[in-house]
Nanobody, 116 residues
């Protein structure tokens, strides 16, 4: 059974930091590119960051470049998103995504709220 379980969300003040984690199981993790997306109610989900299978390549949305860092641990089947200098506009539900040439899997999401 495929599972992607996000954790680490919560309430943080503007300028603060959070680290999201996604624990994967039920599929060959090292063969999947891993990404984070986020969604605000009433809007489509937005791409945040992506890391390649070997962690050799990363991509970021312009809105988070220089503030967020994605990383993966293929030995532990985890992917993380370090979020620094958080802004109120970063408030969203953050989803973990696993993608291969044939399959796409999603986690259930974790809420991040940036507010004073």
């Amino acid at each position: 059974q495929v599972q992607l379980v996000e954790s680490g969300g919560g309430l943080v003040q503007p300028g603060g930091s959070l680290r999201l984690s996604c624990a994967a199981s039920g599929f060959p993790f090292s063969r999947y590119a891993m990404s984070w997306y986020r969604q605000v109610p009433g809007r489509e989900s937005d791409f945040v960051a992506r890391v390649s299978t070997s962690a050799g390549l990363t991509n970021y949305a312009d809105s988070v470049k220089g503030r967020f860092t994605i990383s993966r641990d293929n030995a532990q089947n985890t992917v993380s998103l370090q979020m620094n200098s958080l802004k109120p506009e970063d408030t969203a539900v953050y989803y973990c995504n696993a993608r291969s040439q044939r399959y796409v899997y999603w986690g259930q999401g974790t809420q991040v709220t940036v507010s004073s």
